[in-house]
């Protein structure tokens, strides 16, 4: 039954999208509590750096579990990949704010939600990209290796006709 489970068919783009979106939103908006909770007890950028690792971790067992179909633990590979996507997204928002603030000299809450939600949603979609076609791509190339390995052979001869039809 484990081999069965394996093989699950990995979901098309548009289904692992809603999935990525709705996995990394959940973790991102228990994020936001979680870091406010934790920063009343320490530094703000400590809460932000642990709930940043805590919710990395548990998104890429999400991602790997549920968004990309692989239907088991994320491996370290996979973990350390995921963080690296992680890390350029979060430092892609935090340029857009960085260059916010060059560019307007007190901008407003509004402004700045939506710069930050606009880099977020950018970084996201790279990041989807990411997970989708590197960090979770293999899986899916290991379970059809292992099950075109097990069909038969076929040693019939090819057809040159078939192979290079004519123009």
Do not use: K
Not at 59 to 75: K, P, S
Not at 86 to 101: G, N
Request: aromatic fraction near 6%.
């Amino acid at each position: 039954m484990e081999a069965a489970h394996s093989r699950q068919a990995a979901p098309g783009a548009c289904s692992a999208f809603a999935r990525f979106t709705l996995c990394g939103g959940g973790v991102g908006i228990a994020s936001s509590f979680a870091v406010a909770a934790l920063a009343s007890c320490i530094p703000w950028s400590l809460a932000n750096a642990f709930v940043t690792a805590a919710s990395t971790l548990l998104a890429t067992e999400l991602h790997a579990r549920f968004t990309f179909g692989a239907g088991r633990h994320a491996t370290r590979r996979q973990h350390a990949q995921s963080a690296g996507s992680a890390a350029a997204a979060y430092t892609v928002t935090c340029l857009a704010m960085l260059l916010l603030q060059q560019l307007v000299a007190t901008p407003g809450a509004v402004l700045e939600q939506v710069v930050y939600l606009s880099a977020s949603a950018l970084a996201g979609v790279a990041r989807f990209a990411v997970l989708r076609l590197v960090v979770f791509a293999r899986n899916h190339s290991q379970a059809t290796a292992t099950t075109t390995a097990v069909r038969p052979v076929h040693t019939a001869p090819a057809d040159p006709a078939r192979l290079c039809p004519a123009a």
